[in-house]
């Protein structure tokens, strides 16, 4: 999750009462050390005031792990089940569409979990370098395209978020990463595959990486 899509559910989920959104399931959670530490934005926009409301939030992740509350694979029927069981009011769902191959079948599994009415909120990269975990699609969807998925869903937002630069991260780790591009560049025999994608990322030194998200609730049809 990148900042842009924690401040813009940081900014969503208090127009919903406590009633609308708990319990919420969180899939593909992570640990918490990755919640909280790693990428701390997630914690300080989403989760705490989340917590400080008294909504009851579901971690749940393929991970076995610290901070994972239910390990899951979605995509396994027993697993669903588990997850169905926690009677979820709402799920968020954020970076995990470009990293499945059955994108219509996450969503009517995702759809399963929820009642008549329960909220979903999903994000999505539309501009972002190739991040395999462990594969990337290279699905990179506009929010109309993402909705789409959703079709016979009540969206009720769709919009594009701005995050920062890859500027960005070279700032936090300048040695490491300028030489790692800089080494790349006059070897690309060595692995033709891994220099496209570092000679790739350049793109986004100068333009800003972007993320597709939607809101809805569940139809019943």
Same mark, same amino acid.
């Given at each position: 999750?990148?900042?842009t @899509?924690?401040?813009? /559910?940081?900014s969503? +989920?208090?127009?919903?009462?406590? $009633?609308?959104?708990?319990?919420? #399931?969180?899939?593909?959670?992570?640990?918490?050390?990755?919640?909280?530490?790693?990428?701390?934005h997630?914690?300080?926009?989403?989760?705490?005031?989340l917590?400080?409301?008294?909504?009851?939030?579901?971690?749940t992740?393929?991970?076995d792990?610290e901070?994972?509350?239910?390990?899951?694979?979605?995509?396994?029927?027993?697993?669903?089940?588990?997850?169905?069981?926690?009677?979820?009011?709402?799920?968020?769902?954020?970076?995990?569409f470009?990293?499945?191959? @059955?994108k219509?079948? /996450?969503?009517?599994? +995702?759809m399963?979990?929820l009642? $008549?009415?329960?909220l979903?909120? #999903?994000?999505?990269?539309?501009?972002?370098?190739?991040?395999?975990?462990p594969?990337?699609?290279?699905?990179?969807?506009?929010?109309?395209?993402?909705?789409?998925?959703?079709?016979?869903?009540?969206?009720?937002?769709k919009?594009?978020?701005?995050d920062?630069?890859y500027?960005?991260?070279?700032?936090?780790r300048?040695?490491?990463?300028?030489?790692?591009?800089?080494?790349?560049?006059?070897?690309p025999?060595?692995?033709?595959?891994?220099?496209?994608?570092?000679?790739?990322?350049?793109?986004?030194?100068?333009?800003h990486?972007?993320?597709?998200?939607?809101?809805?609730?569940?139809?019943?049809?």
């Open positions: 999750m990148m900042v @899509d924690a401040k813009w /559910l940081g969503i +989920l208090p127009k919903f009462s406590n $009633e609308e959104l708990s319990p919420i #399931i969180n899939i593909g959670s992570s640990t918490r050390k990755f919640r909280e530490h790693d990428q701390p997630i914690h300080e926009y989403v989760f705490k005031p917590q400080e409301r008294g909504v009851k939030v579901i971690h992740d393929l991970k792990a901070g994972v509350d239910i390990s899951a694979d979605i995509f396994d029927d027993e697993a669903l089940e588990k997850l169905k069981a926690c009677n979820a009011k709402a799920i968020i769902c954020t970076h995990m470009e990293h499945i191959e @059955d219509e079948g /996450l969503v009517k599994r +995702l399963s979990i009642p $008549e009415d329960g979903f909120f #999903i994000t999505v990269p539309n501009s972002y370098h190739q991040h395999d975990d594969i990337d699609t290279m699905y990179r969807p506009t929010p109309d395209e993402l909705a789409e998925l959703f079709c016979g869903q009540n969206v009720i937002t919009e594009i978020l701005v920062g630069t500027w960005d991260k070279i700032r936090k300048p040695i490491t990463l300028f030489f790692r591009h800089f080494f790349r560049f006059f070897i025999f060595v692995s033709f595959k891994k220099w496209k994608r570092s000679m790739r990322k350049l793109y986004w030194l100068f333009n990486y972007k993320v597709s998200a939607i809101a809805g609730r569940k139809v019943t049809l």
